[in-house]
C-alpha cells in the first residue's frame, strides 16, 4: 500500500540524476572519501537512471530500505515497479529475475547474503549461465546477482560460507569481487551493463569501510573492466594474491613485511572469473614466490586454482613452493576465540610470506 | 458432439457441401474457407475460482485442416525421431510428445508470436507450433550445423526467440519461475501479452512452482502455468506423486480450469479465455488433461507401470489427429483420400528433411568455445589438455 502511496507521488515530482559529489558532503573538501555501501548505492542508482531495463529485486530491498541499506532511497526515486520487494523464496525469485533477463530486462537480484543463493543456484547456473551456451547466442542473460558474501562477526556455520570458487568454477558465468569503493563503483557499473550472468560477491565487514576515491571513480560513465587484477601495492620479493576483504588484511601484513625487509606486491583480484592469470603470472615471474589469501575453505579454493595456474605457466620462475592462507577447514565457529582461528588473520599473512622467503637457494 | 452450422449468406457457404477436390487447383489440399463452424468441445470446462468459457468453439474449415495437417506432420516427426534414435543418429536424451500435439497447435491458434511459451523437456512439437521448421528440428536432435541451437543443446534445448520461444529445459520445474519471470517483463515493458508456461503432473509438485505462483499473484502477472497432464510422471502414476492430483486446483487463490488437452479446439478455447483472463486479473492455471505414447524417454518402454490395454484404449477413444479427422469428414470440408494424401506429403517431407538434415555437417571444433559469453572479453578458455588446446572467448 505504502508502495503505491509512493508511486503516485514519484510520478508527480521530477527525476534528476543526483551525482555521487553530492553524498561526500559530510566529508572534508581536500581527500574525497567513500563508503563501500555508499559507492554501490551510488553505482545503483546511476545505471538505474541510465537504463529504464535495469531493476532491482530482492528481499528488503525496497520498503526496508536494503537489509544492509545497499539500496537506501532506490525505492523513494525509482518507485515500486522497478524495485520489488520479495517473498522470502530464492528460488522462485531468481527464477522469476532471470526469465526477465531471457526477455531483455536488466534484474539486479539481490541476495541478502550469498549463502542464500543456495537455494536459487540451479536458476543461477542452469538456467542463467548456461542459457547462452545452449541456445547458441540465441538466449543471452543479462542478469547481476549481489549481495555480501563470507564471513561477517559471529553470525556462525549457515552464514559465513564464501562461494567465490564455487560459481567460479562454471563457465558461462563472471564472478566478481570488489575490495575498496573505487572496486565497488566500477565494478558494479560494469556488471549491470555486462550482457552475462554476474554473480558479484561483496563482503559485509566492509560495506561500511571509507576509501580514497578519485574524481574519475565519481564520473557517472565510471566503469573496470571486468576480468582485470589490479597491483594495489607494487613489491619485488613476493607476491601476495587476495580478493575481497582480504585484500586489506595483505595491504597491512605488506606494511609489517616491509620492516623485515621483504617488499611485498600485493595484488587485488577483483574477478576471480574470469581470473587475471596473466597478471598473477606477470607478477610471481618478477618476485619467483607467492602466497594466495583467502577468506574461503581450502579444498579446491580459489588459492587452488591460482597455483594451479602459476605452476603450470611460471613453474621455472618458482623459487619457493606456491603458500595458501585460506578459512579454517572447519564450519564457522560461534565463540570468538574460535571464530578468530577459522578466519585468516594478518599474522598468518605474514607468517606464510616469511617462509615463501627464507625457502630461497643460496 | 454436437454440432451447428452457421448460416450466412454468402456464396462460400454452399461450397461447404461440395467436395473440395473439384476446386483445388494446388497440389496441396488445404482449404482457405474461414467460413466460421462452431463444435462443441468433447466435455465441458471444469473450473476453480472462476466461471468456465462456453463449450462452443468457434473454428472454421481452414483452421481444422491446419490443425490436421499440424498435427500430422509432428506426429510423423516425433515417430521418425523414435526411429533415429534406435539407429543411433540421436544420442541421450529424447521425449516424445507423440499423443499431445493438439496441446501445442491448439495453443498457437489461440495466441500470437509475441506472447510467450516456455516448456521443459518435451519440446519437439512445441518448438514446431513456435514456427520452428523440421530441418532446424532433425539437425539438432542429430547434432549439426543446422539445428535450431546449431548442435549444441540437443534435444532438450530447442529455442526460438524471434518467436518468443525461451525453450527448452532439462530441470524439472524450473520453467515455471523463468515463465513468470517473461510475463513480468512483458508487464514491465507494458507489452500487452502474456506467457505460457508448460510444465508436466511430475513438475508440479515443485515448490518453486508455487514461489513463482504467489508472487506472480502477489504482482498480477501475465502469467498462464498450463500443466500437461499426462498422467505419468516418468514411471510414477499421478497418484502416487500427488495428494492432490487436481492440478487446476492446486493454485489455492489462483483460479484454474481443467481442459481436455486431446481436443484441440478446447485447447484452443481455454488458452484464449487464460489470456483475457491473465491480461485483466492475472495468473491462471490450465490444465490440460492429455497422454504420451510413448514412455518417458527413449530409454522407458511406457509399459512397466501402464498397461498396453490402457494405451491402446487412449489412442482410439481420445487421439487428437483422429478426433479432427472425423470433424473434417463430417463436415465434408475433405474426403478421406484427400487427409490421407496430406498423411503421405507429411511423412514425404519429413524423411526429405531426414536426408537433408544428415547431410548438415557436425559443429567446427572451433564452435566448442563459442557463445559461453555473450561477451567474451578476449579472455582465455581450455581444453581438455590446457597445454594442447586453448581458445580466446570471443
Redesign the interface.
Given at each position: 500500500m505504502l508502495g503505491i502511496a509512493r508511486q503516485k507521488m514519484l510520478e508527480q515530482s521530477s527525476k534528476k540524476i543526483r551525482p555521487a559529489v553530492s553524498m561526500l558532503r559530510n566529508y572534508s573538501s581536500a581527500a574525497k572519501e567513500m563508503t563501500v555501501r555508499t559507492a554501490l548505492n551510488s553505482a545503483l542508482d546511476e545505471e538505474m537512471s541510465a537504463d529504464s531495463k535495469v531493476f532491482l529485486m530482492g528481499e528488503e530491498v525496497g520498503e526496508y530500505q536494503g537489509a544492509y541499506k545497499i539500496t537506501k532511497g532506490l525505492l523513494d526515486k525509482y518507485g515500486p515497479e522497478r524495485v520489488l520487494d520479495t517473498p522470502i523464496t530464492e528460488a522462485g525469485f531468481t527464477g522469476i529475475a532471470v526469465g526477465a533477463a531471457y526477455y531483455g530486462l536488466k534484474p539486479v537480484v539481490e541476495f541478502m547474503t550469498f549463502n542464500f543463493s543456495m537455494q536459487a543456484i540451479d536458476h543461477i547456473i542452469n538456467s542463467a549461465a548456461k542459457s547462452n551456451y545452449m541456445s547458441a547466442g540465441q538466449i543471452s542473460v543479462p542478469i547481476v546477482f549481489r549481495g555480501p558474501n563470507g564471513a561477517a562477526a559471529g553470525v556462525g556455520a549457515q552464514h559465513s560460507q564464501c562461494y567465490a570458487a564455487w560459481y567460479a568454477t562454471c563457465p558461462g558465468l563472471k564472478v566478481l569481487t570488489p575490495y575498496n569503493s573505487e572496486d565497488a563503483r566500477g565494478l558494479l557499473k560494469a556488471a549491470i551493463r555486462d550482457p552475462d550472468p554476474v554473480v558479484f560477491l561483496e563482503n559485509e565487514l566492509l560495506y561500511g569501510e571509507s576509501f580514497p576515491i578519485s574524481d574519475e571513480v565519481l564520473d557517472s560513465s565510471f566503469c573496470l573492466p571486468i576480468g582485470k587484477a589490479k597491483i594495489e601495492r607494487k613489491g619485488k620479493h613476493v607476491t601476495i594474491a587476495a580478493y575481497s576483504k582480504m585484500v586489506g588484511y595483505s595491504l597491512k601484513a605488506a606494511e609489517i613485511l616491509e620492516k623485515d625487509g621483504i617488499d611485498a606486491e600485493v595484488i587485488n583480484l577483483r574477478s576471480i572469473r574470469p581470473l587475471d592469470r596473466s597478471t598473477i603470472n606477470d607478477s610471481v615471474r618478477k618476485t619467483n614466490r607467492l602466497v594466495t589469501v583467502e577468506e574461503a575453505f581450502p579444498q579446491h579454493g580459489v588459492g587452488a586454482e591460482i597455483c594451479a595456474c602459476v605452476v603450470e605457466e611460471s613453474f621455472a620462475y618458482l623459487d619457493a613452493p606456491v603458500e595458501r592462507i585460506a578459512g579454517a577447514d572447519v564450519p564457522m565457529p560461534y565463540a570468538a576465540n574460535l571464530e578468530r582461528m577459522a578466519v585468516p588473520q594478518v599474522e598468518d599473512i605474514v607468517r606464510a610470506a616469511k617462509r615463501a622467503c627464507y625457502r630461497s637457494v643460496p | 458432439m454436437a454440432l451447428s452450422y452457421l448460416r450466412s449468406s454468402s456464396s462460400r457457404s454452399v461450397n461447404l457441401l461440395k467436395p473440395l477436390s473439384s476446386s483445388l487447383p494446388l497440389r496441396r489440399p488445404i482449404s482457405t474457407d474461414t467460413t466460421p463452424i462452431t463444435v462443441e468441445t468433447s466435455v465441458p470446462f471444469t473450473s476453480h475460482q472462476c466461471d468456465a468459457p462456453s463449450r462452443s468453439v468457434e473454428t472454421n474449415p481452414k483452421e481444422l485442416l491446419t490443425f490436421f495437417r499440424d498435427m500430422a506432420l509432428m506426429r510423423r516427426m516425433e515417430i521418425a525421431a523414435d526411429s533415429l534414435y534406435k539407429a543411433k543418429f540421436i544420442r541421450g536424451f529424447c521425449h516424445l510428445y507423440d499423443g499431445q500435439e493438439a496441446v501445442a497447435v491448439g495453443m498457437e491458434a489461440a495466441i500470437t508470436k509475441k506472447d510467450?511459451i516456455?516448456t521443459a523437456y518435451r519440446d519437439h512439437c512445441t518448438f514446431i507450433g513456435r514456427g520452428g521448421t523440421l530441418l532446424e528440428v532433425f539437425a539438432e536432435l542429430m547434432g549439426r550445423q543446422a539445428g535450431c541451437?546449431?548442435?549444441?543443446?540437443g534435444s532438450m534445448?530447442f529455442?526460438?526467440?524471434d518467436s518468443n520461444f525461451?525453450?527448452?529445459?532439462?530441470?524439472v520445474g524450473?520453467q515455471?519461475?523463468?515463465?513468470?519471470?517473461?510475463?513480468?517483463?512483458?508487464k514491465?515493458?507494458k507489452d500487452e501479452t502474456v506467457t505460457f508456461a508448460l510444465y508436466g503432473d511430475g513438475a508440479a509438485n515443485q515448490?518453486?512452482l508455487?514461489?513463482?505462483l504467489?508472487?506472480s499473484a502477489?504482482?498480477d502477472l501475465p502469467a498462464i502455468l498450463v500443466c500437461e497432464n499426462n498422467h505419468y510422471g516418468m514411471g510414477t502414476a499421478e497418484w502416487r506423486a500427488a495428494k492432490s492430483p487436481a492440478y487446476y486446483k492446486r493454485g489455492d487463490y489462483v483460479p484454474g480450469l481443467k481442459v481436455d488437452g486431446m481436443d484441440a479446439l478446447a485447447v484452443k478455447q481455454a488458452c484464449k479465455f487464460a489470456k483475457e483472463h491473465a491480461l485483466k486479473n492475472g495468473p491462471i492455471i490450465l490444465e490440460m488433461d492429455t497422454y504420451r505414447y510413448h514412455g518417458h524417454s527413449m530409454s522407458d518402454p511406457g509399459s512397466t507401470y501402464r498397461t498396453r490395454d490402457e494405451i491402446s484404449g487412449v489412442r482410439q477413444e481420445r487421439d487428437p489427429i483422429e478426433r479432427i479427422r472425423k470433424l473434417i469428414l463430417s463436415h465434408d470440408l475433405a474426403t478421406e483420400e484427400e487427409l490421407k494424401d496430406i498423411e503421405k506429403e507429411v511423412r514425404k517431407e519429413v524423411d526429405d528433411t531426414i536426408t537433408q538434415a544428415k547431410e548438415s555437417p557436425m559443429p567446427e571444433p572451433s564452435k566448442l568455445f563459442?557463445?559461453?559469453?555473450?561477451?567474451g572479453?578476449g579472455?582465455?578458455?581450455f581444453g581438455a589438455d590446457?597445454?594442447e588446446v586453448r581458445a580466446t572467448l570471443p
Open positions: - | 510467450c516456455i541451437s546449431k548442435g549444441k543443446g534445448h529455442y526460438k526467440k525461451y525453450g527448452g529445459h532439462g530441470i524450473a515455471v519461475p523463468l515463465g513468470c519471470g517473461l510475463a513480468f517483463a512483458q514491465y515493458s515448490g518453486q508455487f514461489e513463482a504467489n508472487i502477489l504482482w563459442t557463445n559461453v559469453y555473450a561477451k572479453l579472455v582465455e578458455s590446457r597445454k
